[in-house]
């Protein structure tokens, strides 16, 4: 992972082992900004303050191998990003006005995407993961997930019961609450469509009956203009001197046909004319019979204006056109049988809320039996983890309990709550020793025991998750002499079925690493490439004595370091 501008650190690579590796330096020399490169580029959320004062952008890259059938792999594929050599190639740049790039095999891609991968690659534990797990409701999601299928599979049939029994339950709240209002509504609709009804109007029709409107209005001008047209075309009968269309084409007809065979093209000219004769014959035709069949009646008229203004009304009321009322009506019609079968549904919906009931305390039940076995393994592994841990009388219990509620589901005889994760309420109770009441961890222990209990709880959770990564920020701070001896040993044994990096304050951690990394600062408060070093030999027992004693050149912290590492490697 190389790191620039991020926080102290200028230009960094850090080289992560596959087993154990431990990341230790002086307070603040930006041990933790190990920790938040990772998070970043495991979609984190970008924060604008952590770009080095003076620099433009931070730029964290990161090469992680990931097996080519793996589900993040198959994720990463999905989203555009290729595999170098088995391995994905990620970064994130975090501009210093708060923009946030990230790109995946070579792709850009949404943050969220890395935020996807990061379920499958690494499990984050901190002293932040602490303060949740101090709150019961982050505990009841801790058990589960160690729980795994035991309690995942009765959680997903409860939940869809849990969703539908909510939707039936809100439906029928609507319909009891709102019987008012709908029942206006059904009123109302009957109203409109009794009215629509009454007129029955037909689709179109305001458009025709428009036209013949207009026509029957104008019905004397119509038919004056009509006569006289037909006169100007074919003749007057009172006044057979006249001269008309029809005569005077006639005759030029006439004068061509006979000297057409002379000429084509004066034989094409004069069919032209014989055509032009044809039309206005049919025009004169048609005028006369448009004429003739016109129908003055103001009788009619008045039936029209009367229907037209029928129509008017319901336009006003229930759409533009006769064509957006009868829409309205047939909206209308089907929304009242909707309302008109408040009762059956009623009936209905109130059957299928108590078989979803009903469903639902079996589910809660199985849901709760699954979680009380898997509290009783969770809590003999945690017992076990805390006896390493030089706490050897420590009891952890887990208990799941319920409240009783005279609105929930009934379970076994008692009416108790419920909420989408179940009817239980899981806390983590511990007895620091023979004799002590058992009492929630964040009251039960003191400082350096919690962080233990805390300890041995992440770990136990580890053993569970399925990723190859496991981060974790100072969980041992508080924890000192034997205990810290035994928190190596076990990150240790941990390290041997998958990758470990461990930040730490704590000499006896550090000596179980596998690799060792140093994070300094040079003399102008900065983090360089030099600044994360790979320590070794010498130069590894040096930093254990610092860690010791604060003193790098002391006899004694030398000789103890010296011993931590033999007995690291002893047990290895």
Do not use: C
């Amino acid at each position: 992972m190389r790191i620039r501008s991020l926080g102290v650190i200028d230009d960094a690579v850090v080289e992560l082992s596959p087993g154990f590796t431990a990341v230790t330096g002086e307070t603040g020399a930006g041990k933790t900004m190990v920790v938040t490169s990772l998070g970043l580029l495991l979609g984190g959320r970008a924060d604008p303050a952590l770009v080095r004062i003076g620099a433009k952008s931070a730029v964290v890259e990161g090469r992680i191998t990931v097996p080519s059938d793996a589900a993040a792999a198959v994720r990463a594929e999905e989203a555009g990003a290729e595999l170098d050599d088995g391995a994905l190639l990620v970064s994130r740049t975090i501009s210093a006005e708060g923009r946030s790039r990230a790109h995946l095999g070579g792709r850009s891609v949404p943050v969220g995407v890395l935020s996807e991968l990061a379920d499958d690659l690494i499990a984050v534990h901190g002293q932040s993961d602490q303060q949740g797990l101090l709150k019961p409701a982050r505990q009841r999601g801790a058990l589960d997930r160690y729980a795994g299928e035991a309690v995942a599979v009765p959680l997903d049939k409860y939940a869809a019961a849990y969703r539908r029994l909510r939707a039936v339950a809100t439906e029928l709240d609507e319909i009891t609450t709102r019987a008012r209002e709908r029942a206006q509504e059904a009123d109302m609709l009957r109203f409109g469509l009794e009215e629509i009804a009454a007129v029955e109007p037909r689709a179109g029709e305001d458009t025709e009956l428009a036209a013949e409107a207009e026509r029957l209005g104008h019905a004397e001008a119509l038919a004056s203009a009509a006569t006289l047209a037909h006169a100007a075309l074919a003749g007057n009968p009172e006044d057979p001197e006249g001269v008309d269309a029809t005569t005077l084409v006639a005759g030029a007809h006439r004068a061509l046909e006979a000297v057409r065979s002379h000429d084509p093209a004066l034989a094409v000219l004069a069919g032209r004319i014989g055509e032009i004769g044809i039309l206005l014959s049919d025009v004169a035709g048609e005028l006369a019979g448009y004429a003739d069949d016109l129908d003055a009646d103001p009788l009619r008229l008045a039936a029209v204006e009367e229907r037209r203004a029928a129509l008017t009304q319901l336009t006003r009321k229930y759409g533009e056109d006769v064509g957006a009322v009868l829409s309205w009506a047939e909206d209308g019609s089907a929304r009242l049988v909707e309302l008109e079968g408040d009762d059956d549904r009623l009936a209905g919906l109130t059957a299928e809320r108590d078989a979803l009931s009903a469903e639902l305390s079996g589910l809660a039940r199985a849901l709760t039996e699954a979680r009380v076995e898997a509290a009783s393994r969770f809590a003999a592994a945690v017992t076990e983890e805390l006896a390493s841990l030089a706490m050897p009388h420590a009891r952890v219990t887990i208990d799941v309990r319920q409240t009783d509620d005279p609105d929930g589901v009934e379970i076994d005889g008692r009416t108790v709550a419920y909420g989408p994760a179940g009817v239980d309420e899981v806390e983590l109770l511990l007895a620091p020793h023979p004799g002590a009441p058992a009492r929630p961890i964040a009251k039960g222990a003191s400082g350096g025991e919690l962080s233990r209990v805390m300890l041995a709880v992440e770990v136990v959770f580890a053993g569970t998750d399925p990723v190859p990564t496991y981060l974790f920020d100072e969980v041992d701070a508080g924890v000192g002499g034997k205990a810290a001896v035994e928190i190596g040993r076990r990150l240790a044994r941990l390290a041997k079925s998958a990758q470990v990096v461990v930040v730490t304050h704590l000499p006896q951690v550090a000596a179980f690493a596998d690799r060792q990394l140093l994070v300094e600062k040079t003399n102008d408060g900065s983090v360089t490439r030099s600044g994360v070093q790979v320590l070794e030999g010498e130069d590894r027992v040096r930093e254990l004595s610092r860690m010791l004693a604060g003193q790098e050149d002391s006899e004694t912290a030398r000789a103890h370091a010296e011993e931590l590492l033999a007995a690291a490697r002893g047990d290895g």
